[in-house]
């Protein structure tokens, strides 16, 4: 039997070895994928990509709820312990400036890039009782996003789905001159372009099955929207921060997770130039690789409590 997943965080729901009997009894069709390794552990082929997918509509169902969860093979499937964990240390966040963590649909939070399989919302409803708003630049991924919506009726009225118009833009069309949202999240796209992405992929595979596969593998596949974009992390992020400061008071905490340490000098520097009131990094494990969130504000200190009443 592994040990707790120290790693994750405390009110993640997901420390703790998989129940495999638990998730069998809400997806059967798991069990096929199900084994016994050579450490005496019970546990899935992380590089089967169908395998991936039964244990995430497991994980959903049995922790969150949510049920007939689904994904098409070519968009990427999300880690959902990693996914969890962006959303209790937003929680954290939002507590530092109201005195403890906020619950209820008076939170409103907005997901950029909330793409086919919209965990982000469906795990801050779950575990909070947020609203969300999720925007994506692909009508396609917002098509199989309201699938899981038509599913899960009761999440009908509290995560709404908005499509951006215009891939050069984060907030704007978006945002309407009245809106006023807790927070803002963002898994933004890694990559610089495609050959990049698929670079990425091979690397993955190669670390997962220990092997000289050369074809990465649908598990870590995705839509270009997903993996890359011009000018990659740094530009999307960069986008993000200019155009939240036209925004600055309509959003108490704008973040986004940042995968590569490398760029932080430069959104730090941009991030002053923009005149944020305060800034903060929170390193946090995401899957097998460490990653951090960037969490900025123009709100003062003295003033974010108000926003809460």
């Given at each position: 039997?592994?040990?707790?997943?120290?790693?994750?965080?405390?009110?993640?729901?997901?420390?703790d070895p998989y129940d495999f009997e638990q998730?069998?009894?809400?997806?059967?069709?798991?069990?096929?994928?199900?084994?016994?390794?050579?450490?005496?552990?019970?546990?899935?082929?992380?590089?089967?990509?169908?395998?991936?997918?039964?244990?995430?509509?497991?994980?959903?169902?049995?922790?969150?709820?949510?049920?007939?969860?689904?994904?098409?093979?070519?968009?990427?499937?999300?880690?959902?312990?990693?996914?969890?964990?962006?959303?209790?240390?937003?929680?954290?966040?939002?507590?530092?400036?109201?005195?403890?963590?906020?619950?209820?649909?008076?939170?409103?939070?907005?997901?950029?890039?909330?793409?086919?399989?919209?965990?982000?919302?469906?795990?801050?409803?779950?575990?909070?009782?947020?609203?969300?708003?999720?925007?994506?630049?692909?009508?396609?991924?917002?098509?199989?996003?309201?699938?899981?919506?038509?599913?899960?009726?009761?999440?009908?009225?509290?995560?709404?789905?908005?499509?951006?118009?215009?891939?050069?833009?984060?907030?704007?069309?978006?945002?309407?001159?009245?809106?006023?949202?807790?927070?803002?999240?963002?898994?933004?796209?890694?990559?610089?372009?495609?050959?990049?992405?698929?670079?990425?992929?091979?690397?993955?595979?190669?670390?997962?099955?220990?092997?000289?596969?050369?074809?990465?593998?649908?598990?870590?596949?995705?839509?270009?929207?997903?993996?890359?974009?011009?000018?990659?992390?740094?530009?999307?992020?960069?986008?993000?921060?200019?155009?939240?400061?036209?925004?600055?008071?309509?959003?108490?905490?704008?973040?986004?997770?940042?995968?590569?340490?490398?760029?932080?000098?430069?959104?730090?520097?941009?991030?002053?130039?923009?005149?944020?009131?305060?800034?903060?990094?929170?390193?946090?494990?995401?899957?097998?690789?460490?990653?951090?969130?960037?969490?900025?504000?123009?709100?003062?200190?003295?003033?974010?409590?108000?926003?809460?009443?």
């Amino acid at each position: 039997m592994s040990t707790e997943k120290s790693s994750l965080h405390t009110r993640n729901l997901h420390r703790d070895p998989y129940d495999f009997e638990q998730l069998i009894s809400c997806v059967p069709e798991l069990k096929h994928y199900v084994f016994v390794n050579a450490y005496q552990t019970t546990t899935i082929n992380f590089s089967i990509p169908k395998a991936v997918k039964l244990l995430n509509k497991a994980l959903l169902e049995h922790f969150y709820h949510v049920k007939n969860w689904d994904i098409p093979d070519t968009n990427l499937c999300p880690p959902i312990p990693g996914r969890a964990d962006y959303v209790h240390y937003i929680a954290d966040l939002l507590a530092e400036s109201s005195g403890e963590i906020p619950a209820g649909v008076a939170v409103k939070g907005l997901d950029i890039g909330t793409g086919a399989n919209l965990v982000y919302p469906l795990i801050a409803h779950r575990s909070y009782g947020w609203q969300m708003l999720g925007t994506d630049i692909s009508d396609d991924s917002l098509k199989n996003a309201r699938e899981i919506l038509d599913q899960n009726l009761d999440l009908l009225p509290v995560i709404q789905l908005q499509q951006q118009p215009d891939p050069k833009h984060i907030f704007k069309n978006i945002l309407k001159s009245d809106d006023r949202f807790t927070f803002s999240m963002c898994n933004p796209p890694f990559h610089d372009s495609e050959e990049a992405a698929m670079k990425g992929n091979i690397r993955k595979t190669k670390n997962i099955n220990r092997s000289k596969k050369q074809k990465p593998l649908l598990n870590f596949s995705g839509q270009q929207s997903e993996l890359w974009c011009e000018g990659g992390e740094l530009a999307f992020i960069s986008t993000m921060i200019r155009e939240s400061a036209e925004f600055a008071s309509q959003v108490l905490w704008f973040t986004c997770l940042v995968s590569k340490k490398d760029n932080l000098p430069k959104l730090l520097e941009l991030l002053k130039k923009v005149k944020t009131a305060d800034f903060k990094i929170i390193d946090m494990a995401q899957g097998q690789k460490v990653s951090r969130m960037l969490a900025w504000t123009f709100i003062p200190q003295q003033k974010q409590k108000y926003w809460f009443k």
